[in-house]
């Protein structure tokens, strides 16, 4: 039985419920050439689309005085199921950036594409040009399962190819079927019969069996991981999936729930949280499971405080074993034990990876997730070149970077010349072992929750922490460090060695002790520090950890045999 709405509901419960299935008024919206921006209550159904309004935050008081509307813009997020998109498809995301958008490319931390600035007059056309190339912005953005994240490249694993059919299958499942995305933006036409989910209305009426028609409370994250490399952070997702293989095949999946890590400063009942595990569930049961965990959510999630809403809080309120009762009564599925398996880290591994049929993978830093042709170095320009001549795949990972995967072998020197000649080779090899494995969510100018920079300055921050990594000998050690503009966590920052969180312009928290694999979450260090503070913090705690660290320790669990900071044992303890 779904739920109805109550008049104590939120706004954005309102405005789904008489949305018609997310059409609201879009339409009169796009239509109105009045203003650069949507009614109000469609700011929220656009998130459905995929889309967000966002204004120019350099120029919104320039444009106050002026006695101007802000600068309106949308961003687009364009869902890539496990980061899997083809070279065509990179082809048309590039065009696209310049003709519709600021010119770059975000790759984000949930291995989607994004575009920014894209003006209201053009999202149509971005649109449509993405859905000809069989991508889509449905459920990129809004209170539905979002694009789901899967390992791009484990270790020459046999299981990989099963585990992405998992992701993509749990994609298909749960995207809404709604037709008002195909009704609004494609003019009611299918782009693509082929397409895993149906694009018709049945009997000429929407319908959305899984999430009705208040969808869920707040938005929902799957992502797969294959050990041992946590690389899509698992424990950060309302459902993380663990592969486990036996004898070189697929036996199924540790399933984990309730972890997210948003959270509201000076609000302590609001708390990053690591997934719980459940236990181990067989492949064929697991779209069962999912459903059931997300119809709980549905049925139990709070629609009244947006702030307590995400399924972390569901697990919490209900109890984690009242939870996992719930959930195995709706599904007819019962939990086994979780199997035994490692996790050894949740960064990229970058460089060269042979596949086992004689072709290659290749990871490639792209600082902050920023594909842009900018002073000295065109990336953009290099990977357009690069898709032109590559027959393989263009793999998102969900550290920002970028993997050029399945190089035929007679490719590689053409490809290899091509990245030498721009300097991505250089760009990604040269760094220290820090900036690699370091995240920046976009932040200013396009966010609107930003309180400070990240995106735009932890690269300048990281030139200064690079001085103390070499003076301390550690440039090849790796050590996460994630920055963000707000407490939301679109870094994920709580998972990072060093995490860094904007708290106002040029101020930041810093939190320490996170596991490198993504196991446990840090805690708070220190408080409201500027440049100089963050280096003062940062100096003395490098040349301890280079000079008495035991071998093979990492940095965040040093920080805590030092007692510098307690070890987060559960997102309830995390403000402790
Ligand atoms: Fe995020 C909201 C960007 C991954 C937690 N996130 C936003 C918005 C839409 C700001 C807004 O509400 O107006 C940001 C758009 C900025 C812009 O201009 O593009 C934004 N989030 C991003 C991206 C692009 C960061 C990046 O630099 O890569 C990531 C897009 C992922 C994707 O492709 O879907 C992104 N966001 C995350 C993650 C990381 C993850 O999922 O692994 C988190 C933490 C995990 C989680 O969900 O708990 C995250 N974003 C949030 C939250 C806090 C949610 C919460 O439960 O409290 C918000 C704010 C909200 O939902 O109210 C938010
Ligand atoms: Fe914006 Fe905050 Fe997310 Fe950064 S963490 S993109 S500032 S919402």
């Not at 009242?322 to 959930?327: H, I, L, P, S, T």
């Not at 263009?394 to 490809?415: D, M, S, V, W, Y």
């Not at 260090?525 to 093979?552: K, S, V, W």
């Amino acid at each position: 039985m779904q739920p109805e709405t109550k008049p104590s509901h939120t706004e954005v419960e309102h405005v789904k419920v008489k949305s018609d299935y997310l059409r609201g008024t879009l339409v009169e919206s796009l239509d109105n050439a009045v203003t650069g921006a949507i009614n109000p209550e469609d700011t929220h159904l656009i998130k459905f689309h995929g889309s967000y309004q966002q204004t120019d935050r350099d120029l919104d008081s320039e444009r106050k005085v002026q006695k101007l509307e802000p600068l309106y813009s949308f961003m687009i997020r364009v869902r890539v199921p496990g980061g899997v998109a083809s070279p065509a498809q990179w082809l048309r995301m590039d065009a696209l950036a310049d003709k519709y958008a600021n010119g770059t490319l975000k790759l984000t931390t949930r291995q989607a594409f994004q575009l920014h600035g894209v003006r209201k007059r053009h999202l149509k056309s971005a649109i449509r040009g993405f859905n000809e190339v069989l991508l889509d912005s449905l459920a990129g953005c809004g209170d539905v399962s979002r694009n789901v994240m899967c390992s791009p490249i484990p270790d020459e694993s046999r299981v990989h190819a099963a585990v992405q059919q998992v992701a993509q299958d749990i994609s298909a499942a749960f995207t809404p079927r709604t037709t008002a995305y195909y009704e609004i933006w494609l003019d009611g036409q299918p782009v693509d019969k082929s397409q895993p989910f149906s694009t018709q209305k049945a009997g000429g009426q929407d319908e959305e069996p899984v999430y009705g028609k208040t969808y869920l409370p707040r938005k929902f994250k799957i992502a797969l991981a294959v050990p041992p490399q946590n690389d899509t952070d698992v424990f950060a997702n309302d459902i993380g999936l663990i592969a486990i293989e036996k004898d070189g095949e697929l036996a199924g999946f540790n399933l984990a729930a309730g972890g997210g890590l948003g959270m509201t400063f000076g609000e302590p009942q609001t708390f990053p949280r690591l997934a719980d595990m459940l236990g181990f569930v067989e492949t064929k049961d697991v779209l069962t499971v999912c459903e059931a965990i997300i119809t709980t959510q549905r049925d139990h999630g709070n629609r009244e405080n947006r702030r307590l809403s995400r399924l972390k809080y569901t697990v919490e309120r209900l109890g984690p074993a009242a939870f996992k009762q719930e959930v195995e009564t709706r599904s007819g599925v019962s939990f086994q034990a979780a199997k035994p398996y490692r996790f050894e880290h949740s960064g990229d591994r970058y460089g060269w990876t042979p596949t086992g049929d004689g072709r290659f993978h290749l990871t490639l830093f792209i600082e902050g997730g920023r594909v842009a042709d900018v002073e000295n170095y065109a990336l953009k320009t290099a990977l357009r070149v690069v898709a032109n001549i590559h027959d393989g795949d263009f793999r998102l990972t969900g550290n920002q970077n970028l993997i050029i995967g399945n190089i035929a072998p007679e490719k590689r020197p053409a490809i290899e010349a091509v990245l030498e000649k721009y300097g991505v080779l250089e760009a990604t090899f040269r760094q220290t072992a820090l900036r690699q494995n370091s995240l920046a969510c976009v932040a200013l100018n396009t966010c609107s929750q930003a309180f400070a920079e990240a995106e735009r300055y932890l690269p300048a921050l990281l030139d200064k922490i690079d001085g103390i990594m070499r003076e301390t000998g550690l440039q090849n050690d790796a050590i996460t460090i994630r920055m963000t503009g707000c407490p939301n966590g679109c870094a994920r920052p709580y998972l990072a060695e060093i995490g860094l969180v904007g708290k106002s312009p040029g101020r930041y928290n810093l939190y320490l002790g996170a596991a490198f694999n993504g196991e446990r979450l840090n805690k708070l260090y220190r408080e409201m520090l500027d440049e100089e503070g963050i280096l003062n913090e940062l100096r003395p705690l490098l040349q301890a950890y280079a000079a008495e660290r035991n071998p093979g320790e990492h940095f965040g669990d040093f920080c805590i045999r030092k007692d510098w900071v307690k070890a987060t044992t559960h997102g309830t303890n995390f403000h402790l």
